[in-house]
């Protein structure tokens, strides 16, 4: 089992910057995939970034590649997600979620699920 608590969400002017951070829970985080999501209102869950247990391999979508970066510290069971120049169209609830096993890009093949944090990047 693991319990994901996000934070760093608030509100920012497009071209700045927030950090997410998630905390994790359990003895085996080292072990998980972990990913960062968004949903906007009125759309689908997407694929934001995703880093393996060891932090070796990230992957992140066009939409965010050059923006965004996905980094994890094991010793702290801590991912971050680092945005920078943020764009309205970013404004989204931010999740985290962790899976064992290969990395995955589809929301559906992740086990276990933040609450979510809000962001809003006003123009």
């Known amino acids: 089992q693991v319990q994901l608590v996000e934070s760093g969400g608030g509100l920012v002017q497009a071209g700045g910057s927030l950090r997410l951070s998630c905390a994790a829970s359990?003895?085996?985080?080292?072990?998980?995939?972990l990913g960062w999501f968004r949903q906007a209102p009125g759309k689908q869950r997407e694929f934001v970034a995703a880093?393996?247990?060891?932090?070796?391999?990230?992957y992140r979508p066009d939409s965010v590649k050059g923006r965004f970066t996905i980094s994890r510290d094991n010793a702290k069971n801590t991912v971050y997600l680092q945005m920078n120049s943020l764009k309205p169209e970013d404004t989204a609830v931010y999740y985290c979620?962790?899976?064992?096993?290969?990395?995955?890009?589809?929301?559906?093949?992740?086990?276990?699920w933040g609450q979510g944090t809000q962001v809003t990047v006003s123009s």
């Open positions: 979620a962790a899976r064992s096993g290969m990395v995955v890009v589809t929301r559906e093949r992740y086990d276990y």
């Open positions: 359990g003895r085996t985080f080292s072990t998980y995939v």
């Open positions: 880093i393996n247990w060891s932090g070796s391999s990230t």
